[in-house]
């Protein structure tokens, strides 16, 4: 006998609850481990003290001694005691929020290597020792209630603005480490590293991402045929897509009649309705079936290896063809002062680099505020274009929970349909990405349908098919002056 669907439901229920009942305790655990950690810290401070000659040789025993152990790398080792030791000395508020599982380890790193800087503004007497405690209330009221990743980028947003002009010196500092490295790896392949500023990094990928989707996008919808002038000749195959829009031999029924075989037991195989044959002087082409990652990589060296640079083409901020979104306030624009602004998704930026990058682009959007930082309005020429900038202003990401696909990658959905009397309005549109927009398509049964409301202030509430509420908050744009 099937279940009944309230059984059913309560049966995903307990598991959903037992599974993040069991996250919490993880993360209960690893904050214990990480207290371990850091008394194994004092420890080696009273070692050291008895033996000063002897420093690196003692740490060095004791990052080996972990690393056999936990049968991890010494890198990572070195890591964890790094961050617990500030954890428990500088901390003590996050620390906390760990031990009762209400943040997990990834959170943990993220808000202690931000307040990097926050911690060394507070030691070089630059700001109050108070600060550090305020940082560390602001990364808690996002990292409780979102994911490492979205963490990540807001609380470098924080620390960068409690610690003041310490950014601009330390990016400035740091545009001079950019570099190109490469290691060999395993099977004949290696890897190659560039360290850039974060803002040209993010916009190659981005174009190469848009270039790998149109291969991709191309060659699905193109099917490799051979001629029949090239089957009879052994000539080379000849594709459909490569002849022109007026050539009679489009239309010749031959050219469809021999399609490349994929048959894995003779790679020279040609089929011709149920009939195969082999013939030794036409070559195999295989599909494309290349990964975007894959593409990707074959585009990078394609355009590494086959361009040359040249005056005529400007510098690389003159070339890019990709997208990205920056916040400048208008005071830092004009050159008033020299406070950061905000790489959207990623965290501060340099200003003369946002100055640039204004001075490069075709158009820029100006944003209205609210008391709060809540972007109100956007100036632009007409209604619909106004708000799209409206909206991509706002939201910055896919607005599901957790999720940091960028807008330009995502789709303005009418969170109630607008089928369904959903009316064309910022307070009933946002982004989402591909994926999480078909989790609330109407086509989809009831029983896996997911809901969003959007509500005063740009806050989207998603219901689950469980009846479990997530809430999505609007990003409010504050700058700490």
């Known amino acids: 006998m099937s279940s009944s669907p309230t ?28 207290s371990f950690l850091a008394d194994r810290m004092r420890i080696l401070d009273q070692d050291v003290k008895d033996h000063p000659h002897h420093r690196d040789a003692i740490h060095r025993s004791m990052i080996a001694e972990y690393s056999a152990a936990g049968r991890l790398a010494r890198g990572s080792v070195e890591y ?13 508020a996050v620390q906390e929020s760990f031990r009762r599982g209400d943040i997990t380890a990834a959170h943990v790193r993220e808000i202690v290597r931000a307040g990097m800087i926050v911690r060394l503004a507070v030691r070089e007497g630059r700001v109050d020792a108070e600060t550090l405690g305020l940082y560390d209330a602001a990364a808690l009221e996002i990292a409780e209630h979102d994911s490492p990743g979205r963490t990540r980028a807001m609380v470098r947003q924080i620390a960068a603005s409690l610690a003041g002009e310490t950014l601009v010196e330390r990016h400035r500092r740091a545009r001079g480490e950019r570099a190109v490295t490469m290691r060999s790896l395993d099977d004949g392949l290696a890897l190659l590293q560039v360290v850039l500023p974060e803002h040209l990094a993010a916009a190659i990928l981005d174009r190469l991402t848009r270039l ?25 195959a000849v594709f459909v897509r490569d002849l022109a829009a007026d050539d009679p031999h489009r239309d010749d029924p031959a050219l469809n009649e021999h ?13 011709s309705g149920d009939t195969y044959t082999t013939d030794p002087w036409i070559e195999h082409v295989p599909a494309d079936d290349r990964t975007l990652d894959q593409v990707r990589a074959d585009l990078l060296t394609d355009l590494l290896l086959a361009s040359d640079p040249v005056a005529a083409s400007g510098t690389g901020l003159d070339g890019i063809r990709a997208q990205i979104q920056v916040t400048i306030a208008a005071s830092t624009l004009a050159g008033a002062d020299d406070r950061p602004a905000e790489f959207d998704g990623f965290g501060p930026l340099h200003p003369d680099i946002a100055r640039d990058l204004a001075a490069r682009a075709g158009g820029w959007s100006r944003l209205f505020l609210d008391r709060t930082g809540m972007v109100t309005a956007t100036d632009a020429y007409s209604p619909t274009e106004a708000m799209r900038r409206h909206l991509r202003a706002r939201d910055q990401h896919c607005r599901f929970p957790g999720c940091r696909m960028p807008t330009q990658r995502c789709q303005i959905d009418h969170n109630h349909d607008h089928a369904r009397g959903g009316p064309t309005s910022n307070d009933n549109l946002s982004h989402l990405c591909l994926g999480h927009h078909a989790l609330k398509h109407p086509d989809i049964d009831g029983r896996y349908r997911w809901t969003a409301r959007q509500r005063p202030g740009g806050d989207i509430e998603w219901t689950s098919p469980l009846g479990r509420t997530f809430s999505d908050l609007a990003r409010r744009r504050v700058m700490f002056v």
């Open 259 to 271: 399609r490349i075989d994929h048959d894995p037991l003779d790679a020279h195989s040609i089929v």
């Open 80 to 92: 964890a005691f790094s961050d617990a030791c500030l954890l428990d000395s500088e901390h003590p």
């Open 7 to 34: 059984s059913d439901i309560e049966q995903r229920q307990r598991l959903l609850d037992a599974w993040v009942e069991k996250r919490r305790q993880i993360a209960v655990n690893e904050a214990e481990a990480a």
């Open 212 to 236: 790998a989707r149109q291969v991709i996008t191309t060659r699905d919808e193109q099917d490799p045929v051979l001629s029949s002038d090239a089957l009879d000749s052994g000539d080379d």
